[in-house]
């Protein structure tokens, strides 16, 4: 037995854990997700094998603003394509708002509740 930790998921608070766990999904063609009992957490495995995404409900949920000091953004994924045009359009399609286009090698957006995400050509 190691003493030495491995990634599990990386977990994001959410007003609707099934409901973003379904933007995810789509956004990254995984398998359906697992929803505790009471709805409250939901989690993505990753089908490679690696570190899943899981999603909890919070209550008084508040999105992380980009760029803000006020109210900072504190983590997002980086999912990493090889056609960044097409990328781009399919998670505009799946729901996705733009936030950054300025960098020539990957974009911000912000997943349904505000949370953002760069999409890397890198």
Request: hydrophobic share 45%.
């Given at each position: 037995m190691s003493a030495v930790?491995?990634?599990?998921?990386?977990?994001?608070?959410?007003p609707?854990?099934?409901?973003?766990?379904?933007?995810?999904?789509?956004?990254?063609?995984?398998?359906?997700?697992?929803?505790?009992?009471?709805?409250?957490?939901?989690?993505?495995?990753?089908?490679?094998?690696?570190?899943?995404?899981?999603?909890?409900?919070?209550?008084?949920?508040?999105?992380?603003?980009?760029?803000?000091?006020?109210?900072p953004q504190q983590l997002h994924l980086d999912l990493n394509v090889t056609d960044l045009e097409a990328a781009h359009e399919r998670v505009l399609g799946l729901g996705a708002k733009l936030l950054d286009d300025a960098p020539e090698t990957f974009r911000v957006y912000a997943d349904p509740v505000g949370h953002p995400f760069c999409l890397c050509a890198c």
């Open positions: 930790p491995t990634l599990g998921v990386v977990a994001l608070d959410c609707d854990p099934v409901a973003l766990a379904g933007f995810y999904r789509a956004v990254l063609e995984w398998d359906a997700p697992e929803v505790a009992e009471d709805g409250h957490w939901v989690t993505l495995a990753n089908p490679a094998g690696g570190a899943g995404i899981a999603f909890q409900r919070v209550p008084d949920y508040r999105p992380p603003a980009w760029p803000s000091a006020e109210n």
